[in-house]
Antibody
Framework: QMQMQESGPGLVKPSETLSLTCTVS??????????WGWVRQTPGKGLEWIGN???????YYNPSLKSRLTLSVDASKNQFSLRLSSMTAADTAVYYC????????????????????WGKGTTVTVSS | SSELTQDPAVSVALGQTVRITCQGD??????TSWYQQMPGQAPMLVVY???NRPSGIPDRFSGSTSGNTASLTITGAQAEDEADYYC????????????FGGGTKLTVL
């Protein structure tokens, strides 16, 4: 059974860069069937999709974060990572990593997505 | 980008049926996935695709779509179903982007 675990600092200073890593166990990250993503949840608020990356390195970002965000993958370690620069208090949140699976819609030749395996989340606070 | 709209709160009497809805311009084009989140826990997938449930999810959970509204139905709600529920779908503007609804807090009375 696949498991995912986030790791990284719990406290980041304003203007600094957040680096988080998600370690995947129970299966290879190098599968073309899945992409690997990040979702965050600010205190008392809903879920926000951050971005996803395939093991090939192709990455897709939330437009609202794109200018500050970099996703990367290390298949040799079965890990993928997030870097979010210029952190502010608004970035204080619980950050989750998740596996994104997909199904194919034959009538429009498009994929739909769903996140079927989640990490437990890591709390990141931005404060001086 | 697309937006998905959910009612902030819904309540249901124990054992009754409840429908949680998710509205969005492009929902008719792509299947919606649904996630249950208990307090202090990570979200958990409960319904995806046309109407599929991951292993271990009770069959009282079902999904459907009508026009631009997706619905998660819980038939015979149990006390343990009290949680926040989020819908998610593709962003129509890009093949790979994804959006979440604002979430619905379900109270089982």
């Amino acid at each position: 059974q696949m498991q995912m675990q986030e790791s990284g600092p719990g406290l980041v200073k304003p203007s600094e860069t957040l680096s988080l890593t998600c370690t995947v166990s129970g299966g290879p990250i190098s599968s073309s069937s899945y992409s690997w993503g990040w979702v965050r949840q600010t205190p008392g608020k809903g879920l926000e999709w951050i971005g996803n990356i395939y093991y090939t390195g192709s990455a897709y970002y939330n437009p609202s974060l794109k200018s500050r965000l970099t996703l990367s993958v290390d298949a040799s370690k079965n890990q993928f990572s997030l870097r979010l620069s210029s952190m502010t208090a608004a970035d204080t949140a619980v950050y989750y990593c998740a596996r994104r699976n997909r199904g194919f819609l034959e009538w429009i030749s498009q994929y739909y997505y769903y996140m079927d395996v989640w990490g437990k989340g890591t709390t990141v606070t931005v404060s001086s | 980008s697309s937006e998905l709209t959910q009612d902030p709160a819904v309540s249901v009497a124990l054992g009754q049926t409840v429908r949680i809805t998710c509205q969005g311009d492009k929902i008719r084009n792509f299947y919606t996935s649904w996630y249950q989140q208990m307090p202090g826990q990570a979200p958990m997938l409960v319904v995806y695709g046309k109407n599929n449930r991951p292993s271990g999810i009770p069959d009282r959970f079902s999904g459907s779509t009508s026009g631009n509204t997706a619905s998660l139905t819980i038939t015979g709600a149990q006390a343990e179903d009290e949680a926040d529920y989020y819908c998610s779908s593709r962003d129509s503007s890009d093949n790979h982007l994804q959006v979440f609804g604002g979430g619905t807090k379900l109270t089982v009375l």
